[in-house]
């Protein structure tokens, strides 16, 4: 629990199955500025499952070159996101009895709770690739900090977010092979949910869905901490893919149109309205029907986020047996928080009122950029973000006189 | 009693009664209803009925029992094959899950083919809130009733959940299903009736569903106003039943049944056809039946009926009672209803399970949910 040094760069990638980006950030005086961004196009990844490692080592390889050049310095470590159906997380505790006859916790017994919870294996053939804090009981109570108060028995727990050895190994060799470090890995949908989150949201409960191309990755949160947090190997290209099969055009020409007409709703009205694909009539412009159009993709939206809702259910029916959950606004005042590129479709938030009974927004990552403030960029702003307060800066001041010209200019 | 009806139309259930009690007004003379069911309240008082189980139910329905509706079939099987001599097509429509339906319709529908007659069946599945066992069960019966049936239909009820909007009436779901099955009957009946401008042979038909086991495919659909063949051709081939889970949308040999009011022309109801045909093959044999009929001015029906031979036997491919030998130089291709069509740029990616489902086959397709027609 000791908090890491943070050097005064911060750089984060998030590799996604339509886009990869990353983001270089510095810290000055405990604020977080952007030097530089990149984004390419992925290739190699197909349902956020690497299928090309070549390929996408390139593009990550381009991106990294990007943001170095953006930023006039080296990237030696980074931050990583991982996520998708490949990782799993549960919830693992620690348990201490207190030893002290006067029943007063000590920063030791926090630490032995802290390790017998650490102690746990994972599976076997998987790797633990992060932990995070949950709440700590003191003798069944919810407290903040125990050490120095009274109590019996104490139990920490933490969100363990578990990963097929061999993905992971594969991720951090790619970047190794630029001689870059892996400092941490962040889980994706925590990152994208730093971004678009307000921590009154996470006290009271909210559920944030990442609908990005490959994957649908949600987490849920309650009173402060994750209560549980899924993925599906559904996204945008799915309703990209739907629409093509459906009208038997090309992908791009689909995702042309499920970008200009799309819904994540049908209507009545749809039926009958005639739209052209190029607009201009002329050779090789074709019309389609728009309700065919809103009714494909809005059958597949709901799917996903009906999807969603049910396994958010199971994990919870697991977490609390007995009990009769129900995703509704006593559990989640805040709602929904949809975000991710497929958040862009029409009336996203009226499906996710239609299917889960919630109320929703879109959610823009809070950023000083504008050109950032966009649904796809909630992953790689929260992975910064996320970087920035899981692991916060220590105080350190750039040591030779050249670190301190050269942080004198950038300022 | 003049002659025995050409078909003979088995309601067996509940389920099965109650439809083709809804059914048996609107068809034809060439149609004999006939109900059997163990409960005794589901049996219409003015209609051919055989009541199953007397000794074991004692007039209850099988409490959804499997064992009690074979049991139950079993007993009354001279009844039965009394019942069932003489006709040539036997229509079986119930529905599975439950009791009786499940356990005696496959003993029902052995009886039937061993009587010499040409089974089709129409099996209800049922809704997927009904629970796992009921889908289970369902799912057994219908394996079961396939590979004893020369042609079997499933209409799935959860298909009929999204044919109606939200807000329709319980009644008008279930017209859904009577309008497809009913239908069927009724193009089926018509190739049994005389006076068909284009008539249609029925040994044909029946040779059309002669193997047992084999996939059958069943479209209807119904349009009216100014080429109103075409517009019913269209809601043919757009008809659930084809585009439901488990289908099949290509078949060697279709029969196409297109009624229509006087004012029917030659050009409408053979652009039906050729659509229909499009859509569903009919490579190897296309029977045809045309009809006029005063009391469907303005309007006009256009049923489908197919069955291949079961694919791993492709040599065999040549279908129809005709006599034809088989062309073993010929090569069948399999027909790309497949993954490689269903599954999009997903083709050649592993597949993706959940909830029992392939994810990556699009939602609409899985739904078997009908889109609007094109532009």
């Known amino acids: 629990m000791t908090p890491k040094p943070l050097p005064s760069l911060i750089a984060v990638i998030d590799i996604g199955t339509s886009k990869t980006a990353s983001l270089v950030g510095q810290m000055i005086g405990g604020q977080a500025r952007m030097l530089s961004f990149s984004e390419r196009r992925t290739e190699g990844v197909v349902k956020g499952v690497v299928t090309d490692l070549e390929k996408l080592h390139a593009c990550v390889h381009e991106v990294v070159h990007d943001v170095e050049r953006g930023s006039g310095r080296g990237v030696s470590e980074v931050y990583l996101s991982l996520g998708g159906p490949a990782a799993e997380g549960e919830r693992v505790k620690g348990l201490v009895m207190v030893p002290a006859r006067d029943g007063r916790v000590t920063l030791k017994d926090l630490q032995d709770a802290v390790a017998s919870a650490r102690r746990q294996e994972p599976p076997a053939g998987r790797t633990t690739i992060l932990y995070m804090r949950q709440p700590t009981m003191l003798d069944g109570k919810p407290v903040a900090s125990p050490v120095g108060m009274t109590g019996k028995r104490l139990e920490v727990s933490f969100w363990r977010v578990t990963m097929e050895e061999a993905l992971v190994r594969l991720r951090v060799g790619m970047v190794n092979g630029m001689s870059i470090r892996v400092r941490d890995f962040i889980l994706a949908s925590h990152a994208a949910a730093c971004a678009v989150a307000q921590d009154a949201d996470k006290h009271g409960g909210v559920l944030v869905v990442d609908m990005g191309a490959g994957t649908t990755d949600w987490i849920l949160y309650f009173k402060d901490h994750i209560l549980c947090a899924g993925s599906l190997p559904v996204g945008g290209e799915h309703l990209t893919n739907d629409l093509s099969v459906a009208l038997r055009v090309s992908r791009e020409t689909a995702e042309d149109l499920k970008c200009r007409f799309g819904s994540a709703v049908h209507r009545e009205a749809d039926v009958n309205q005639t739209i052209w694909k190029d607009g201009d009539r002329g050779l090789g412009d074709q019309q389609f029907n728009r309700g065919t159009i809103t009714r494909v993709l809005s059958l597949r939206y709901q799917e996903t986020l009906d999807l969603v809702r049910k396994d958010a259910l199971r994990q919870l029916e697991g977490i609390f047996p007995g009990h009769a959950v129900r995703l509704d606004q006593h559990m989640l005042p805040s709602g929904v928080i949809l975000t991710g590129g497929s958040a862009n479709l029409a009336d996203a938030c009226e499906a996710v009122q239609q299917t889960m009974g919630l109320t929703a927004r879109v959610g823009m990552p809070v950023f000083d950029n504008d050109s950032l403030r966009k649904p796809e960029y909630a992953g790689v702003v929260g992975l910064m973000r996320a970087a920035i307060t899981d692991a916060p800066p220590a105080a350190r001041r750039p040591r030779g006189l050249w670190e301190q010209l050269k942080a004198l200019f950038r300022l | 009693m003049e002659r025995a009806p050409s078909i003979l139309l088995l309601g067996l259930g509940g389920a099965g009664c109650s439809m083709v009690a809804r059914l048996s007004a609107a068809l034809p003379a060439e149609v004999g209803a006939l109900f059997l069911d163990t409960d005794e309240r589901s049996l219409p008082a003015d209609a051919?009925?055989?009541?199953?189980?007397?000794?074991?139910?004692?007039?209850?329905?099988?409490?959804?029992?499997?064992?009690?509706?074979?049991?139950?079939?079993?007993?009354?099987?001279?009844?039965?094959?009394?019942?069932?001599?003489?006709?040539?097509?036997?229509?079986?429509?119930?529905?599975?899950?439950?009791?009786?339906?499940?356990?005696?319709?496959?003993?029902v529908a052995g009886l039937a083919a061993d009587s010499g007659a040409t089974v089709l069946c129409f099996a209800t599945m049922p809704f997927s809130h009904e629970g796992e066992r009921r889908q289970r069960e369902a799912d057994q019966a219908a394996t079961a009733l396939a590979a004893r049936c020369h042609g079997f239909v499933a209409v799935h009820n959860d298909l009929l959940l999204q044919q109606v909007p939200a807000d329709s009436a319980l009644p008008a779901t279930f017209a859904a299903a009577d309008a497809w099955v009913g239908g069927a009957i009724r193009g089926l009946a018509a190739a049994f009736a005389p006076g068909a401008l284009v008539p249609a042979d029925p040994a044909a038909i029946r040779s059309i569903l002669s193997t047992p086991g084999s996939p059958t495919l069943c479209a209807f659909g119904a349009g009216e106003g100014p080429r109103a063949a075409m517009t019913a051709a269209r809601a043919a081939v757009e008809c659930p039943l084809a585009h439901g889970p488990g289908a099949v949308t290509k078949v060697a040999s279709i029969f196409v049944h297109v009624s229509g009011g006087p004012e029917l022309t030659s050009t409408d109801a053979f652009d039906a056809v050729a659509m229909v045909r499009q859509k569903f093959g009919g490579n190897t044999a296309t029977v045809l039946c045309a009809r006029t009929?005063?009391?469907?001015?303005?309007?006009?029906?256009?049923?489908?009926?197919?069955?291949?031979?079961?694919?791993?036997?492709?040599?065999?491919?040549?279908?129809?009672?005709?006599?034809?030998?088989?062309?073993?130089?010929?090569?069948?291709?399999?027909?790309?209803?497949?993954?490689?069509?269903?599954?999009?740029?997903?083709?050649?990616?592993?597949?993706?399970?959940v909830d029992g489902q392939d994810i990556d086959v699009p939602t609409y397709i899985r739904r078997a949910v009908r889109l609007p027609a094109g532009p």
């Open chain 2, 48 to 107: 051919r009925t055989i009541q199953l189980g007397r000794q074991q139910t004692r007039g209850m329905g099988t409490g959804g029992e499997t064992g009690a509706g074979l049991a139950a079939a079993e007993s009354e099987e001279v009844a039965l094959r009394r019942a069932l001599a003489g006709a040539p097509v036997v229509v079986i429509v119930t529905g599975l899950g439950g009791g009786t339906g499940s356990g005696a319709g496959p003993f």
């Open chain 2, 293 to 353: 009929d005063p009391g469907m001015a303005g309007r006009a029906e256009v049923s489908v009926l197919g069955a291949s031979l079961p694919e791993p036997k492709p040599a065999k491919a040549r279908k129809g009672g005709k006599g034809a030998k088989d062309d073993q130089s010929q090569t069948v291709f399999p027909f790309a209803t497949d993954d490689a069509v269903r599954r999009g740029f997903f083709g050649g990616a592993p597949l993706t399970i």
